[in-house]
């Protein structure tokens, strides 16, 4: 019974956000993630682009552009792939974060 009852409430929160969601476009708006403002300028333009196309917080795209520098800057031979992909927002990331550090390997 209690399973029941917060699958509930989870289908009824979602319903909620999807209609507050919709309600806002129509008005000509959209919900932002905060994005801390002291982060440098090339992060924060690559997370306002990602974020339409990811469900990760922003606190995990920031460790993700953080790891892909490490990556880079230690060079550590591999690829990057994102698992679990729901539209490629993670991906897009390291790619952006990789453009910006002028990586061509």
């Given at each position: 019974m209690l399973n029941s009852m917060s699958n509930g409430a989870l289908n009824l929160s979602s319903v909620i956000k999807a209609g507050t969601m919709k309600l806002l476009r129509e008005y000509g708006y959209t919900l932002c993630p905060l994005i801390p403002p002291d982060l440098d300028s090339?992060?924060?333009?690559?997370?306002?682009?990602?974020?339409?196309?990811?469900?990760?917080?922003?606190?995990?795209q920031m460790c993700l552009i953080d790891s892909v520098k490490y990556i880079e800057r230690y060079r550590i031979a591999g690829d990057i792939i994102?698992?679990?992909?729901?539209?490629?927002g993670s991906i897009m990331a390291a790619a952006l974060t990789l453009l910006n550090l002028k990586s061509t390997d």
């Open positions: 090339e992060v924060k333009t690559t997370i306002r682009a990602v974020s339409p196309y990811t469900a990760t917080s922003v606190e995990r994102e698992c679990g992909v729901y539209r490629g």
